[in-house]
């Protein structure tokens, strides 16, 4: 039970990301897309665009999620880290913060420029550099496991 703890945990947080998540695409995109629409209407065109951008995005987040419960598996297995699921996690890591720094920033920034908002563009873009974050730790962890693998 003591190893398996430090994984169930992170099956539980796995869990509340992914719902959280859900929640956020059910009930917080759909309102962000009519209030581009609305707050900006000479920018209304771009309502449908950054809610594709913002679902592909998500379908990045979720993937990566998916790999991460199956980098889990592995770990109770006794695999390190295994290189597919952590490459699987780099690369959509990389995919999500591409998809949301071209679908949700020029949005921020238009949103941030009507409103005198200049800190509302360091947020999004912070949430934005995160996966960045996540995507460099996975890295990390392929070359400690090519290195102990060679």
């Not at 945990?9 to 869990?15: G, H, M, Q, S, Y």
């Not at 360091?122 to 996540?134: H, M, R, S, V």
């Not at 730790?137 to 060679?150: G, M, P, Q, S, W």
């Amino acid at each position: 039970m003591r190893k398996i703890l430090p994984t169930l945990i992170l099956r539980a947080i796995t869990i509340l990301s992914g719902v959280a998540a859900i929640l956020l695409c059910i009930f917080a995109l759909p309102p962000f897309g009519t209030s581009v629409a609305k707050e900006l209407p000479e920018y209304a065109f771009l309502q449908y665009p950054v809610l594709v951008g913002l679902y592909s995005a998500a379908g990045y987040f979720f993937f990566a999620l998916l790999q991460f419960w199956l980098l889990l598996n592995g770990v109770n297995k006794g695999i390190l880290f295994p290189l597919k699921n952590l490459k699987a996690i780099r690369l959509s890591a990389i995919a999500f913060a591409v998809l949301y720094y071209l679908s949700a920033m020029p949005v921020i920034y238009l949103a941030a420029e009507a409103g005198d908002a200049p800190g509302l563009i360091l947020i999004g873009a912070f949430l934005g550099t995160l996966p960045i974050g996540a995507a460099a730790f996975a890295a990390i962890l392929e070359r400690v496991t090519e290195d102990k693998n060679a």
